[in-house]
């Protein structure tokens, strides 16, 4: 937890401006992929960095609850080509970044970096993909804002989930001992018996959930009996047991190829889904939320979703803070029947 406790310490001004700069950066509407992994070789480069943007993802899941002016002024982008205003703009974000923790979060800081996974071996931001290759010859995917630890000796190969979800194809192990493939998340552990499967943490409640497409999942919670869930089931659990075994579809493992999958989903669970894609927050209104939405969504341009929503059913998108904040509301009367009513969306996908 040392590299964590950063809530007392200080960061030197120049590494704030350069997150500061990163975060202005990785939420403009012209954010390239090289400007992600720009941004993730510097993260990567220094602990430092690593503590800065730490705050500064901290700074965005928490942009709901600082004052309107306040965020407005921090985030809000300057006109292109005016360096003075991007500059003042740059030295208050820099300012908000060093005055988080000891501010308006204190002690929270520590707690969320380690369940949200900042300081993880493998990570993926907001909307990201990213595949790796174990050394045993293991395939794990993350998937979107997703975490994970990588620990493999002599009696086992552990992957701790930290933070979102993962995809796992297992390959037979290469040692000449045996050695238990295992998954460590919220609420027990998972051995693959021969298989692929994926596996999700919720943000909340302190539960799992696993879905297995070939082989077995033999899973062991933290106060409960084992159980073994065989291919084309999936299941929730938590350190009391096991619940909600149903069969397991296509959507499970849709994202894997960058894609949102609904079949008759209530409008407020795509929204939900949604937006584990997008940064920012993205509401639905009480008004539309059961409303059913089918079809095959691209995570990857989730503002074309949003306006897709809006051209094929009778609901609208309400935005505020530059598009950081969207809600998706009942169209007015007045607009019902029009198509292409996508004018009230300026979000960031």
Not at 40 to 61: T, V
Not at 224 to 252: C, E, K, M, N
Not at 253 to 281: I, N
Request: charged content about 25%; proline content about 5%; some cysteine.
């Amino acid at each position: 937890m040392s590299a964590l406790k950063f809530e007392t310490s200080t960061l030197a001004p120049r590494v704030l401006d350069e997150a500061a700069e990163w975060l202005m950066r990785l939420h403009d509407r012209a954010v390239t992929d090289e400007d992600r992994r720009a941004c993730e070789r510097w993260r990567q480069s220094h602990p430092d960095h690593a503590r800065a943007w730490a705050r500064a993802e901290l700074l965005m899941n928490k942009l709901g609850g600082l004052p309107p002016a306040l965020a407005m002024s921090s985030l809000a982008r300057p006109a292109r080509g005016n360096a003075n205003s991007r500059r003042a703009t740059l030295g208050r974000l820099a300012a908000l970044l060093a005055a988080v923790p000891a501010g308006w979060l204190g002690w929270q800081v520590v707690e969320m970096a380690d369940e949200r996974g900042w300081m993880a071996g493998h990570r993926t931001a907001t909307g990201e993909r990213r595949e790796l290759r174990l050394a045993d010859g293991s395939r794990l995917t993350l998937n979107t804002a997703s975490a994970v630890d990588v620990h493999f000796d002599g009696t086992q190969r552990l992957v701790v989930l930290r933070a979102g979800e993962i995809f796992i194809a297992t390959a037979p192990d290469p040692a000449g001992v045996h050695r238990p493939f295992r998954v460590a998340s919220a609420g027990g552990t998972l051995e693959a018996l021969g298989t692929r499967f994926s596996v999700r943490k919720e943000e909340a409640g302190g539960a799992t959930h696993i879905a297995v497409l070939e082989g077995a999942v033999r899973i062991t919670p933290d106060r409960a009996a084992a159980r073994v869930l065989p291919a084309g089931q999936q299941a929730r659990f938590a350190a009391d047991g096991i619940d909600s075994i149903t069969p397991a579809d296509a959507s499970v493992l849709a994202w894997t190829q960058g894609m949102l999958l609904a079949d008759g989903m209530r409008l407020a669970d795509f929204a939900a889904e949604l937006s584990r894609y997008r940064p920012g927050v993205l509401h639905c209104d009480a008004a539309v939320a059961d409303l059913r939405i089918s079809g095959a969504f691209p995570l990857a341009h989730t503002d074309g979703v949003l306006r897709m929503l809006v051209s094929t059913y009778p609901v609208d998108a309400a935005t505020r803070l530059r598009g950081y904040w969207v809600t998706l509301v009942p169209r007015a009367a007045e607009e019902e029947g029009a198509t292409g009513a996508s004018k009230n969306i300026s979000t960031r996908g």
